[in-house]
């Protein structure tokens, strides 16, 4: 488990649930963006329940292992979501194109 440190307070929550939360908080930073997530949590009473934070360009968050008695905290389908995002807000990767520059007449391939 993970305890992440964010502004004035701290959350608890699994390890790849952590993990994907500070990758997509440094992909917005990236991309000047915001968002607000609505995340997995163990909450001070021991339950699970969902915690909601705003990431931005100028969120600073800190993730250290803590020592937890329960059982890790998984939520696939978060982690998936939010590996999502972070892909989204990537670097655009080429893609294939099926007609170069077959058919073009006079190209200049100096000029590419």
């Known amino acids: 488990m993970k305890r ?3 502004a004035s307070g701290s959350l608890l929550t699994g390890d790849a649930i952590a993990d994907v939360l500070v990758k997509y908080a440094a992909a917005l930073a990236v991309n000047t963006a915001a968002a607000e997530v609505r995340a997995p949590a163990v909450l001070e ?3 699970v329940g969902e915690i909601m934070m705003l ?6 968050i ?3 292992t803590e020592r937890f008695d329960g059982p890790e905290l998984r939520d696939d389908d978060f982690v998936k979501g939010l ?3 972070v892909a989204a807000l990537g670097p655009r990767r080429a893609t294939f194109v ?3 520059t077959e ?3 006079d190209i ?3 000029m590419l």
């Open 45 to 47: 009473n021991g339950e």
């Open 62 to 64: 800190l993730a250290e």
């Open 55 to 60: 990431l931005g360009p100028a969120s600073q």
């Open 98 to 100: 099926k007609l170069g």
């Open 103 to 105: 058919g073009v007449d």
């Open 4 to 6: 992440i440190h964010y």
């Open 108 to 110: 200049d391939v100096d």
């Open 83 to 85: 590996q999502d995002r």
